[in-house]
């Protein structure tokens, strides 16, 4: 059975999660205090410590990365995405926007709030 609870709302901006990883924590936490300053994220959650395996350049590469979780609405990833891409370190980072097809109603009108720019902005 459906938590009607959590079904998407038409008059809310689309919701959606932003994932990338960066080299270290300290690095993560300017990101995320950056993408919230800005409006570009309501939130940002930082998994401090994860290691990542992946092919680079005909290599098995392996490193230790942050990974931040990026909550945010669809309007505002194109300037998110070009933010990322200006600040981040990595040649080609990881930048990967999923949407978010329901939740709370109260924590996405929340998200579309802080991250929903005004013509003052």
């Known amino acids: 059975m459906v938590d009607a609870?959590?079904?998407?709302?038409?008059?809310?901006?689309?919701?959606?999660?932003?994932?990338t990883t960066v080299e270290s924590p300290a690095l993560a936490g300017e990101?995320?205090?950056?993408?919230?300053?800005?409006?570009?994220?309501?939130c940002v959650q930082i998994l401090p410590a994860m290691t990542s395996v992946y092919s680079w350049e005909g290599r098995i590469e392996e490193a230790q990365e942050s990974l931040l979780l990026i909550k945010t609405v669809r309007s505002?990833?194109?300037?998110?995405?070009?933010?990322?891409?200006?600040?981040?370190p990595y040649q080609t980072p990881e930048i990967i926007m999923l949407p978010i097809d329901?939740?709370?109603?109260?924590?996405?009108?929340?998200?579309a709030g802080v991250t929903t720019r005004s013509p003052e902005d």
């Open 5 to 19: 609870s959590l079904t998407p709302s038409a008059d809310l901006p689309g919701a959606c999660l932003v994932m």
């Open 31 to 42: 990101i995320a205090r950056r993408l919230v300053k800005d409006r570009l994220a309501a």
């Open 76 to 88: 505002a990833y194109p300037a998110l995405e070009a933010t990322l891409r200006q600040i981040h």
């Open 102 to 111: 329901a939740g709370l109603p109260d924590y996405l009108a929340w998200m």
